[in-house]
């Protein structure tokens, strides 16, 4: 490692390692995964990485507690703090833990905050006195909604955004330009391994297999999927091939239930793979020939945050099929299958791709290059070690 301080990433972070210590089935999601991904980068360019993760744990039943702990996960070293099985007092633990590390960093470390929860508080009030503020990373920037959920998300951020450093780490330029920060470092992702090959084509004889996971809301296009199936199942043909959708998604996936449950003798089939754990997910992955990003264009959730699966998709040699959000054409111009919100258009794409196993090979050729020379974890790590260290990284909007 250099000479430089520490790094230490803070954040309500669960890990399948983390699952297997508390509660199985622990849901973990690509943004953990991607955290994970930024610390083990930034560790592979000789920077003294730590992830410090305050588990969020499901509610409900007698109250348990578990301990804190320390492992090593995906090339990251992760610390695990103290967590309760009961939410606002596992809030307040974590806000306990956070300020008890955060007394511990040094002059010269660095602290990131991974978001802006309410639950960081007490900790950046005590960076920011000490006179070494943490610094903010952006995943989600906050929205107009007028749920409790959103108006304690924009209290939170009003009060953490002052007590962190003006520049940010970001997940898309547009977070940076919302944020109105003087200087901004943006992650997209991290792919899995510098100059990785290919992975091979998956067979093809039970026709095109389709992942479809993250966040499942009618924003994240789940209406607009269930649309196109529709579509899809009125004009089958008997020379179509088959596609088969699996749905590893969390949230609302009602409508995709039914149409599960209603294939009857249609070839064109979905499949419920929620609750899987890492193991089982990477098979589904390995499965697969193309990933769905749908969040649709001019709403919250597509004009705030970055789909962070396209990286993974694509990074994983499947071919992506995305609509027009945030920084992703900007990214994979001429390398994905671009669509809108209109269910027709996703699915003629769909077809095509089922009848055409050379355009779905040039798309996975093209994005899985295309994601490697932008996202790989040496590119990442350089990025954000000098960002840290200097305040302004090479390639800062």
Known sequence: MNRRGRVFFLGP????????????????????????????????????????????????????????????????????????????????????????????????????????????????????????PAVLDIEDFPNDRTDWRERVGRWSYRLVRPLCRPGILAASTQIV?????????????????????????????????????????????????????RILRRTETAERPPIVIHVTGFGDIGPLVGLADDAGASRIRIRIAQGLDLDGYRKVLAACHCGLSLKLPRTVMGDTTFPSKVIEIAANGLALVSTAVSDVPDIYAGAAAFVDDDPATLAARLAALAADRGLLEDLRRKGHARTLAHCSPAAVGARLDAFLARGRGPECA
């Not at 499901?58 to 702990?69: D, E, H, I, S, V």
């Not at 090339?75 to 590390?101: D, E, Q």
């Open 13 to 132: 972070i669960n890990t399948s390692r983390m699952a297997a210590a508390t509660v199985p089935g622990l849901l973990v999601g690509a943004a953990s995964r991607k955290v994970l991904s930024m610390v083990s980068a930034l560790r592979g360019v000789g920077r003294a990485a730590h992830l410090i993760a305050a588990p969020v744990l499901p509610a409900g039943g007698r109250l348990r507690r578990f301990a804190g702990g320390t492992h090593r996960e995906g090339g990251a070293s992760v610390i695990r703090l103290p967590a309760l099985t009961h939410g606002p007092l596992n809030r307040l633990l974590a806000a306990w833990s956070y300020l008890a590390f955060c007394l511990r960093v040094r002059r010269d470390d660095a602290v990131v905050l991974y978001n802006f929860y309410p639950e960081f508080l007490p900790a950046a009030l005590l960076l920011r006195l000490r006179g070494r």
């Open 177 to 229: 330009r919302l944020s109105r920060a003087p200087e901004g470092c943006v992650v997209h992702g991290v792919a899995l391994a510098d100059g990785g090959a290919l992975p091979p084509m998956p067979p093809c004889d039970a026709g095109l297999q389709i992942l479809f996971g993250g966040s499942m809301h009618p924003e994240t296009g789940v209406d607009l999927l269930a649309e196109a199936v």
